[in-house]
């Protein structure tokens, strides 16, 4: 079973994100008080999430100490496998995402960080995108079922 170790949001894009200890989940819209909330191409796109092994094996390999919250996804797990969650279902209280595909890491995140080829090493390690089902909230600490 999976648990939220951190929720990580901004308000305005390009700005630096920061940490809350409870979100609200919008179906059709995404985390009120996100940058994106409302303001998305495609449903896939309504919340974002990162596997805190996959952050913690970038900094070990890279020799950085790297915050989860710099990676700019939006709810940092740990204990389950985000990968292999592609095109299935997770509930987390009412919550209920459909994990719809690898989130590549991109080149202003390279920037931003200043590590040369960083978009390499986080190929298919730097999160999923995911469609709000169900609205609700969630709070760091809360535990992630998968559905059958």
Same mark, same amino acid.
């Given at each position: ?20 200890? %409870? ?22 796109? %309504? ?16 020799? %950085? ?84």
């Amino acid at each position: 079973m999976g648990k939220i170790e951190a929720i990580n949001i901004t308000n305005i894009s390009e700005k630096n994100t920061f940490y809350v200890n %409870q979100a609200i989940l919008e179906k059709g819209k995404g985390i009120v008080n996100d940058r994106y909330y409302g303001n998305f191409k495609e449903k896939k796109e %309504q919340v974002t999430l990162i596997n805190l092994e996959e952050i913690n094996n970038f900094n070990n390999q890279t020799k %950085q100490n790297i915050d989860a919250k710099n990676f700019r996804r939006n709810i940092i797990i740990s204990g389950i496998n985000l990968n292999k969650l592609i095109n299935k279902k997770i509930i987390i209280n009412e919550v209920t995402l459909r994990i719809c595909e690898i989130c590549q890491p991109c080149k202003y995140l390279q920037d931003r960080l200043k590590i040369p080829g960083l978009v390499k090493m986080l190929l298919n390690k730097s999160g999923v995108r995911a469609e709000i089902l169900t609205s609700g909230s969630l709070s760091v600490g809360d535990y992630i079922k998968i559905q059958k």
